[in-house]
Antibody
Framework: EVQLLESGGGLVQPGGSLRLSCVAS????????MSWVRQAPGKGLEWVST????????YYADSVKGRFTISRDNSKNTLYLQMNSLTAEDTAVYYC????????????WGQGILVTVFS | QSALTQPASVSGSPGQSITISCTGT?????????VSWYQQHPGKAPKLMIF???NRPSGVSSRFSGSKSGNTASLTVSGLQAEDEADYYC????????????FGSGTKVTVL
């Protein structure tokens, strides 16, 4: 069974940084595009970022562009999200999600990790 | 580009059918047959229910079905059960290179 396990969340002050990790197992991580999706408290889902499998091309929502960096280490089956210049609006549960090869939906999700930005 | 538009809430009695709409634009739902639907119970991760308009992943009940017409997609839940009470989100690939994926605003389904 595919598993995605996020870590690295927690409390951080405005302007601070945090790095999220997502360890993948039970599938060939190298071949799949991976994404981060977040959900602010009581709000809906918001796509944050995607990294392709083949050329490592990255995509970001306007709300995080220039502040967040998505990356992957295929040797460790791990997806990352480096978050800098955090604001209260970044407070959310962050999910990593797997996308089937060449298709446009998310078939597996991690359990989510909470990031709280407060002063 | 803003989120796809869904009704805030839909309700139905056990055994009934409900339909949730998801309205987009020609840049997302209108241009592609890539709409998907996710179910989310409180405190849990989203779960894929429908992909590419009307396809069900293995293990998802046949009570869930999807369709699309123009810029509007729909999710129908037939034979409503208590366990179907959850939030539902549509999602779609878009032609916007700066926002390649967009979710709907979400619909709370209540089983009366």
């Amino acid at each position: 069974e595919v598993q995605l396990l996020e870590s690295g969340g927690g409390l951080v002050q405005p302007g601070g940084s945090l790095r999220l990790s997502c360890v993948a197992s039970e599938f060939s991580f190298t071949y799949y595009a991976m994404s981060w999706v977040r959900q602010a408290p009581g709000k809906g889902l918001e796509w944050v970022s995607t990294i392709s499998s083949s050329d490592g091309r990255t995509y970001y929502a306007d709300s995080v562009k220039g502040r967040f960096t998505i990356s992957r280490d295929n040797s460790k089956n791990t997806l990352y999200l480096q978050m800098n210049s955090l604001t209260a609006e970044d407070t959310a549960v962050y999910y990593c999600a797997k996308r089937p090869i060449g298709l446009y939906y998310f078939d597996y999700w991690g359990q989510g990790i909470l990031v709280t930005v407060f002063s | 580009q803003s989120a796809l538009t869904q009704p805030a809430s839909v309700s139905g009695s056990p055994g009934q059918s409900i339909t949730i709409s998801c309205t987009g634009t020609s840049s997302d739902l209108g241009d592609y047959n890539y709409v998907s639907w996710y179910q989310q119970h409180p405190g849990k991760a989203p779960k894929l229910m429908i992909f590419h308009v009307s396809n069900r992943p293995s293990g998802v009940s046949s009570r869930f079905s999807g369709s699309k017409s123009g810029n509007t997609a729909s999710l129908t839940v037939s034979g409503l059960q208590a366990e179907d009470e959850a939030d539902y989100y549509c999602g779609s690939h878009t032609s916007n290179t700066t926002l390649p994926y967009v979710f709907g605003s979400g619909t709370k389904v209540t089983v009366l």
